[in-house]
């Protein structure tokens, strides 16, 4: 199913007219989806550009920085331990939910980090629940959202003791 951002929508009588700056190629792929629909259904919600390719970047040289002075390593699984760290330090993006006891596993299947809210074991009709706050990964993230996100990698490497030069130079680097 396409989908494309309207940059401009006007009226002519009884037609909306949407105008899109997507490729011709795009258009195409629409309108063949198009073909064989008799009648189709189109939702409107306002655009929220996602995050950067530099943001992320960014980010992720941010906790590189980070993991090299926590850990002294920058191995994947140090520096994803960093970002899971930030996630729940921004404390941005999350859902609570409510799952039988022994579900953390397909949580983590779909989420960046799960984590177990203290005490919050309970009896929900004779099946033992729990409940976890689940956060969503960065990728998922638009752009004030990701901004934020940096802040607090940011204020974290400072708290850490990576030097204010490195964090400059990281600045420096991806302009943001």
């Excluded at 309108?31 to 970047?57: G, Y």
């Excluded at 926590?70 to 520096?79: C, I, Q, T, Y």
């Excluded at 760290?85 to 609570?96: E, T």
Aim: glycine residues 4%; contains cysteine; aromatic residues 8%.
């Amino acid at each position: 199913m396409s989908k494309f951002v309207a940059n401009e929508i006007k009226r002519s009588g009884k037609d909306i007219i949407f105008t899109t700056s997507v490729s011709e190629y795009h258009i195409q792929r629409f309108l063949n989806e198009l073909k064989d629909i008799d009648k189709f259904e189109v939702t409107v919600k306002k655009h929220k550009e996602s995050r950067s390719s530099l943001q992320n970047a960014m980010l992720w040289s941010i906790m590189e920085k980070i993991s090299l002075e926590v850990n002294f390593s920058k191995r994947e699984e140090d520096v994803l331990s960093v970002y899971q760290d930030i996630l729940k330090q921004a404390n941005i993006k999350h859902i609570i939910l409510d799952v039988p006891v022994g579900a953390r596993n397909i949580l983590e299947e779909s989420f960046r980090v799960v984590v177990k809210l203290p005490g919050s074991e309970h009896d929900d009709k004779g099946v033992s629940k729990v409940l976890y706050k689940c956060y969503v990964g960065s990728s998922k993230f638009d752009t004030k959202e990701m901004t934020d996100l940096i802040d607090c990698a940011l204020d974290y490497a400072h708290q850490v003791g990576v030097y204010d030069s490195e964090i400059m130079s990281i600045k420096e680097t991806y302009k943001l």
